[in-house]
């Protein structure tokens, strides 16, 4: 059983050394556990958690994407992450361009070479529609874009995303993965072989130092 540490900072045998944790902020052994078991669900390399759901799919976006870049969704959407992409990240200065998910002509049309990513949801709430996350996947890579998939009405019980192609799958584990209605709680997991790398003029923020932190290139 996975104990839950319930700390903010943790004992070092000098300053900067340590057994793989300082500050809860970056890293917990609990949320690392957690972690862990949602990206192994979703058959992913690494798992990031956060407070909801809208939290994932924000931070998934705005890791890869800046003012004057844009990413393709489908338009059978939650209702709050439609509000996020008509409404709030055009106010941060990212575009997103919206069509059903199975206009491919239609999708692959608005792509273009500020193109951050495509985004869907594997079984689209409300609608219901399910998505070919495969032709979407192959799609997104032909351009040298990632697939980002929000899975939280199918979850990995029914359905794992990055089987089939894609990059990126984010949950809201408030729903279905939690099940018990208590709890809020979102993910990010990567697959793990989207090139990035291959790519530093589109993803910059992933390939260039960071300044902010120790110069660190994600």
Known sequence: MQPIFATSTYVQASPGVHQGFEYSRTQNPTRMAYERCIANLESGSHGFAFASGMAAITYAIQCIAAAGDNIISSSQLYGGTYNLF????????????????????????????????????????????????????????????????????????????????????????????????????????????????????KFHMLNEPEETYHVVVY
Request: glycine share 12%; net charge negative.
């Open 86 to 201: 008509a409404h709030t990240l055009p106010r941060q200065g990212i575009d997103v361009r919206m069509a059903s998910f199975d206009d491919y002509q239609a999708i692959e049309g608005m792509i273009d070479d500020r193109t951050r990513a495509i985004f869907c949801e594997t079984i689209g709430n409300p609608a219901g529609n399910i998505v070919d996350i495969e032709a979407l996947a192959d799609m997104a890579h032909e351009h040298g874009v990632p697939l980002i998939v929000d899975n939280t009405v199918a979850t990995p019980a029914l359905i794992k995303p990055i089987d089939w192609g894609a990059d990126i799958v984010v949950n809201s584990l408030t729903k279905y993965m939690g099940g018990h209605g208590n709890s809020l709680g979102g993910m990010i997991v990567d697959g793990g072989e989207f090139p990035w790398a291959d790519y530093p003029e």
